[in-house]
């Protein structure tokens, strides 16, 4: 049977029968079976964040190792070897396995729903995203576990990452772990940019989109361009262990700064691509408990994407001790300083929400808000040693250790705590405990400052970052207590948000549609949601939807409960990059278990190549080839092709 | 269509007849090849960089060919191209609907796909150094090889592609698959434009002596 190539939508009210209908053509079949075949958003972003959760815990609990170790002076209870493969693996963690999946996990569980779509873009592409930063975790920790662990810290300099002075396999499960996850990011930021083009409800033009929806979108497209970069860096350094290429080494024309340029020219974007979206956040999050909108929407819009426009022009400042000439320092130095006005923006445009609002305080709110601060105190000691003889004075100690954890910490944890809280409610349907709640908040805002601010003053004493251990008498001591003491606080902290998590998941308060009054679409759905997200498309007036009729700002209403019924199929709308109307109705592939099969078969070849036995990477290869071709097969259901002749 | 509703102003999205599904080349296939497009283009960025940059910090001597022959390289690379232009008439008889004029034109890209990659072979094997040389050798060989993975790619999807016109698959309105697949060439072409020039053009131009 043909169905028609063009059609209208049928415009109506919700229903029962129209749900139990969605819901057959939506829902994911239990058991085994959709375990591994599911390509539905929600399912995805939730594996994410609980995955990236348990690296968080592994990175943590690889830190609390390392402050034992540098509690006191000259203590003995890990070896330099094994302290290098710590740090280590700690960085690796914490940047790679944490910061950014655990971002990816929020915005695959909320840009549908925020969007007012039924799913992403590419659904199929997400599940595989999701398989592939699962199969380089445990990658990279099989290393880890078997005494092969990344041991050059996580930006892991040539030549000391070369074979002469790391014969072991450390660096090549590093080396391939992270080519591996690289794909995982490539396809997800591929995946975050055509949705946001793509597949926004009518009416929600680029300027009603959420911060957060900006922040993931422009982090997208940095991941998309400079993810290249590191993966390219990493492969050759492959090559360089393995196949004698010359790449890195001098003595054969290499050049040691290449591997730090690809690095960084990654690596910072990176920064930015881990904490704009977690600013989002705290832009969306933080005006529903100030009980009003964002202050100068436009304005954090804009300094989103100009921070990460001037993020590509800063790599340099990571590398000013290199000895560059100074021309090329100035302009880094400059480049780097600038950013400061974009940061400067966001901060004034939440102080101003505060002030301008009416304050409900709630534990998100404290995370939200806490962060404002730490923020400042994270980017003013970025903004000290972006001036090039500052840093000279400070790389390399624990000064710019203290900076890095609170921009992480400050810009990234504190937001995702605060954003569970915030919209576990949506994912789970129950509360999360309040009074637990500000337990874990305080211990969590208390143990990081503790352990961290007075890091910025071993630094400044001179200690150096990436030292087993250290001599009695230089005046370390007692701040390295109080870092140690401070950072098992932090870890009591966070602990008491996992068993919040734990218990809330059984006992939480049960939560409606919209617990918090919030004020844009995915609270208009049920918490948890049903499969297909919404049971009409909305149709988008504003840019708070469920906020009109309070704001009475805006002459037209949004429409909610009426609007595209689109049942005829799993079936969603597409709509026109700038001014989303509708262009297109999109059919949307089943569950499947290619993206499953694909990100086997990759991994396969992964581990082949980390042995170098190549009939096992000709056997992922073969498994790979053949999913992606079965992936790529047009099929009639997604109307990719004519029906059969004859 | 939407209706009046009495108490309430809706917008209820204005839409009229739309497509169902890609039709021609509007669909998000086309965005998805043009984000591995964007992605791929700046790894071949990056090795591009990696070579500038290593020759322009490099002793003079450094590159091993400092003339490099064009004999299997020139005509490789026209052959490359011609090979864009074949996939396009395939195309363009997908939308003529003209299945063998089709099949022409992706077998014909095929061919010379193939034939490309075995030429490029021969031209390695040509070579009197090996990756493991020097850094000029490394880049050279890791920087073309790269770009023989994406031919080898490419050379699938014609298959694909041509198995499926075989098939009969496609119409003018349903051919999102061809039209990236041969987005997909067209790109692998333009950037084997850029290594060609970096590799046998600029050191006649005086980089890197």
């Given at each position: 049977?043909?169905?028609?190539?063009?059609?209208?939508?049928?415009?109506?009210?919700?229903?029962?029968?129209?749900?139990?209908?969605?819901?057959r053509l939506w829902e994911t079949s239990p058991g085994i079976k959709g375990f591994f075949t599911t390509v539905d958003h929600?399912?995805?972003?939730?594996?994410?964040?609980?995955?990236?959760?348990?690296?968080?815990?592994?990175?943590?609990?690889?830190?609390?190792?390392?402050?034992?170790?540098?509690?006191?002076?000259?203590?003995?209870?890990?070896?330099?070897?094994?302290?290098?493969?710590?740090?280590?693996?700690?960085?690796?963690?914490?940047?790679?396995?944490?910061?950014?999946?655990?971002?990816?996990?929020?915005?695959?569980?909320?840009?549908?729903?925020?969007?007012?779509?039924?799913?992403?873009?590419?659904?199929?592409?997400?599940?595989?995203?999701?398989?592939?930063?699962?199969?380089?975790?445990?990658?990279?920790?099989?290393?880890?576990?078997?005494?092969?662990?990344?041991?050059?810290?996580?930006?892991?300099?040539?030549?000391?990452?070369?074979?002469?002075?790391?014969?072991?396999?450390?660096?090549?499960?590093?080396?391939?772990?992270?080519?591996?996850?690289?794909?995982?990011?490539?396809?997800?930021?591929?995946?975050?940019?055509?949705?946001?083009?793509?597949?926004?409800?009518?009416?929600?033009?680029?300027?009603?989109?959420?911060?957060?929806?900006?922040?993931?979108?422009?982090?997208s497209v940095a991941n998309l361009l400079v993810i290249p970069s590191v993966s390219l860096a990493f492969f050759l350094l492959?090559?360089?262990?393995?196949?004698?290429?010359?790449?890195?080494?001098?003595?054969?024309?290499?050049?040691?700064?290449?591997?730090?340029?690809?690095?960084?020219?990654?690596?910072?974007?990176?920064?930015?691509?881990?904490?704009?979206?977690?600013?989002?956040?705290?832009?969306?999050?933080?005006?529903?408990?100030?009980?009003?909108?964002?202050?100068?929407?436009?304005?954090?819009?804009?300094?989103?994407?100009?921070?990460?426009?001037?993020?590509?022009?800063?790599?340099?400042?990571?590398?000013?001790?290199?000895?560059?000439?100074?021309?090329?320092?100035?302009?880094?130095?400059?480049?780097?300083?600038?950013?400061?006005?974009?940061?400067?923006?966001?901060?004034?445009?939440?102080?101003?929400?505060?002030?301008?609002?009416?304050?409900?305080?709630?534990?998100?709110?404290?995370?939200?808000?806490?962060?404002?601060?730490?923020?400042?105190?994270?980017?003013?000691?970025?903004?000290?040693?972006?001036?090039?003889?500052?840093?000279?004075?400070?790389?390399?100690?624990?000064?710019?250790?203290?900076?890095?954890?609170?921009?992480?910490?400050?810009?990234?944890?504190?937001?995702?705590?605060?954003?569970?809280?915030?919209?576990?409610?949506?994912?789970?349907?129950?509360?999360?405990?309040?009074?637990?709640?500000?337990?874990?908040?305080?211990?969590?805002?208390?143990?990081?400052?503790?352990?961290?601010?007075?890091?910025?003053?071993?630094?400044?004493?001179?200690?150096?970052?990436?030292?087993?251990?250290?001599?009695?008498?230089?005046?370390?001591?007692?701040?390295?207590?109080?870092?140690?003491?401070?950072?098992?606080?932090?870890?009591?902290?966070?602990?008491?948000?996992?068993?919040?998590?734990?218990?809330?998941?059984?006992?939480?308060?049960?939560?409606?549609?919209?617990?918090?009054?919030?004020?844009?679409?995915?609270?208009?759905?049920?918490?948890?949601?049903?499969?297909?997200?919404?049971?009409?498309?909305?149709?988008?007036?504003?840019?708070?939807?469920?906020?009109?009729?309070?704001?009475?700002?805006?002459?037209?209403?949004?429409?909610?409960?009426?609007?595209?019924?689109?049942?005829?199929?799993?079936?969603?709308?597409?709509?026109?990059?700038?001014?989303?109307?509708?262009?297109?109705?999109?059919?949307?592939?089943?569950?499947?278990?290619?993206?499953?099969?694909?990100?086997?078969?990759?991994?396969?070849?992964?581990?082949?190549?980390?042995?170098?036995?190549?009939?096992?990477?000709?056997?992922?290869?073969?498994?790979?080839?053949?999913?992606?071709?079965?992936?790529?097969?047009?099929?009639?259901?997604?109307?990719?092709?004519?029906?059969?002749?004859? | 269509?939407?209706?009046?509703?009495?108490?309430?102003?809706?917008?209820?999205?204005?839409?009229?007849?739309?497509?169902?599904?890609?039709?021609?080349?509007?669909?998000?296939?086309?965005?998805?090849?043009?984000?591995?497009?964007?992605?791929?283009?700046?790894?071949?960025?990056?090795?591009?960089?990696?070579?500038?940059?290593?020759?322009?910090?490099?002793?003079?001597?450094?590159?091993?060919?400092?003339?490099?022959?064009?004999?299997?390289?020139?005509?490789?690379?026209?052959?490359?191209?011609?090979?864009?232009?074949?996939?396009?008439?395939?195309?363009?008889?997908?939308?003529?609907?003209?299945?063998?004029?089709?099949?022409?034109?992706?077998?014909?890209?095929?061919?010379?796909?193939?034939?490309?990659?075995?030429?490029?072979?021969?031209?390695?094997?040509?070579?009197?150094?090996?990756?493991?040389?020097?850094?000029?050798?490394?880049?050279?060989?890791?920087?073309?090889?790269?770009?023989?993975?994406?031919?080898?790619?490419?050379?699938?999807?014609?298959?694909?592609?041509?198995?499926?016109?075989?098939?009969?698959?496609?119409?003018?309105?349903?051919?999102?698959?061809?039209?990236?697949?041969?987005?997909?060439?067209?790109?692998?072409?333009?950037?084997?434009?850029?290594?060609?020039?970096?590799?046998?053009?600029?050191?006649?131009?005086?980089?890197?002596?």
């Amino acid at each position: 049977m043909r169905t028609a190539d063009f059609r209208t939508p049928e415009i109506g009210l919700d229903s029962t029968a129209h749900e139990a209908r969605l819901k057959r053509l939506w829902e994911t079949s239990p058991g085994i079976k959709g375990f591994f075949t599911t390509v539905d958003h929600k399912e995805i972003g939730k594996r994410y964040i609980v995955t990236a959760f348990a690296f968080l815990a592994l990175g943590g609990i690889e830190a609390l190792v390392m402050r034992l170790q540098l509690a006191g002076p000259d203590l003995t209870l890990l070896t330099p070897e094994q302290y290098n493969e710590l740090f280590s693996m700690h960085g690796v963690s914490m940047i790679f396995l944490y910061a950014s999946p655990i971002l990816s996990g929020f915005s695959n569980y909320l840009w549908p729903l925020l969007l007012g779509s039924r799913d992403m873009a590419f659904p199929r592409l997400n599940a595989l995203s999701y398989w592939i930063y699962l199969a380089s975790g445990l990658f990279l920790y099989a290393g880890f576990f078997t005494g092969n662990g990344p041991n050059d810290g996580w930006f892991n300099y040539v030549p000391y990452a070369l074979r002469d002075f790391n014969p072991g396999m450390n660096q090549d499960f590093y080396a391939l772990g992270i080519v591996l996850l690289g794909i995982s990011t490539t396809v997800g930021a591929a995946n975050f940019i055509v949705t946001v083009f793509r597949t926004r409800a009518p009416g929600m033009s680029l300027n009603r989109l959420p911060i957060m929806v900006w922040g993931t979108l422009t982090a997208s497209v940095a991941n998309l361009l400079v993810i290249p970069s590191v993966s390219l860096a990493f492969f050759l350094l492959w090559l360089d262990r393995q196949f004698a290429t010359q790449f890195f080494d001098p003595n054969a024309g290499g050049q040691p700064l290449l591997w730090q340029h690809l690095f960084w020219i990654f690596g910072h974007p990176w920064v930015y691509a881990i904490v704009l979206p977690a600013m989002g956040m705290v832009s969306d999050g933080l005006p529903v408990f100030c009980r009003r909108p964002l202050v100068g929407y436009s304005l954090v819009a804009l300094s989103t994407v100009a921070t990460m426009l001037l993020g590509f022009g800063v790599w340099v400042h990571h590398m000013f001790a290199t000895g560059l000439p100074s021309l090329g320092l100035s302009f880094f130095s400059g480049a780097s300083i600038a950013i400061v006005v974009p940061s400067a923006v966001a901060v004034f445009a939440w102080l101003a929400t505060i002030w301008l609002g009416r304050p409900v305080i709630t534990t998100a709110f404290l995370f939200f808000s806490s962060m404002i601060l730490l923020f400042v105190i994270g980017g003013v000691s970025g903004f000290m040693t972006a001036s090039v003889p500052v840093d000279w004075q400070l790389t390399d100690t624990y000064f710019v250790v203290a900076h890095i954890h609170y921009v992480l910490i400050g810009i990234n944890v504190f937001p995702v705590l605060g954003a569970t809280y915030f919209w576990f409610p949506k994912m789970t349907g129950r509360m999360l405990d309040e009074r637990l709640g500000r337990w874990n908040f305080w211990l969590t805002f208390i143990g990081f400052n503790l352990a961290f601010l007075p890091m910025h003053l071993t630094g400044l004493f001179g200690m150096p970052r990436r030292v087993y251990t250290y001599a009695p008498d230089m005046g370390w001591d007692t701040l390295n207590l109080i870092t140690t003491i401070g950072s098992f606080v932090l870890g009591l902290g966070i602990l008491l948000f996992i068993v919040n998590v734990m218990k809330s998941l059984r006992t939480g308060e049960r939560a409606g549609a919209n617990p918090w009054g919030a004020s844009t679409l995915e609270w208009a759905t049920s918490s948890p949601p049903p499969p297909f997200n919404f049971a009409v498309i909305p149709t988008v007036a504003s840019r708070h939807p469920l906020w009109e009729d309070q704001l009475g700002e805006e002459s037209a209403k949004s429409s909610i409960d009426r609007g595209m019924l689109l049942a005829s199929g799993k079936e969603t709308i597409g709509t026109s990059p700038l001014d989303a109307a509708p262009d297109m109705i999109l059919e949307m592939p089943e569950d499947s278990i290619t993206p499953f099969l694909l990100a086997l078969g990759t991994t396969i070849l992964f581990v082949g190549m980390l042995l170098k036995t190549w009939g096992v990477v000709a056997a992922g290869g073969a498994l790979a080839t053949l999913a992606l071709i079965a992936w790529l097969w047009p099929r009639q259901a997604l109307r990719e092709r004519e029906p059969a002749h004859g | 269509m939407a209706e009046a509703v009495a108490d309430r102003e809706l917008v209820v999205a204005d839409t009229g007849s739309l497509p169902v599904g890609p039709v021609g080349r509007h669909g998000l296939g086309s965005w998805g090849v043009a984000m591995l497009i964007a992605g791929e283009g700046a790894l071949f960025a990056f090795l591009l960089f990696s070579y500038y940059y290593t020759g322009a910090n490099a002793p003079p001597g450094w590159l091993l060919e400092p003339e490099p022959t064009l004999t299997l390289a020139l005509p490789n690379t026209i052959l490359l191209i011609a090979s864009s232009f074949a996939a396009w008439f395939g195309e363009h008889n997908i939308l003529r609907q003209r299945r063998r004029g089709a099949l022409l034109g992706f077998g014909a890209a095929f061919v010379m796909g193939v034939a490309f990659a075995i030429v490029q072979v021969f031209e390695w094997l040509s070579k009197s150094y090996r990756f493991g040389t020097s850094s000029y050798a490394s880049l050279y060989f890791v920087t073309t090889g790269f770009h023989m993975a994406h031919v080898v790619v490419g050379i699938v999807v014609l298959a694909a592609i041509f198995a499926w016109t075989a098939l009969d698959y496609f119409s003018p309105r349903r051919r999102l698959s061809v039209s990236a697949g041969v987005l997909y060439w067209h790109f692998v072409d333009v950037v084997w434009l850029f290594v060609f020039t970096t590799f046998y053009v600029t050191p006649y131009l005086g980089f890197g002596q």
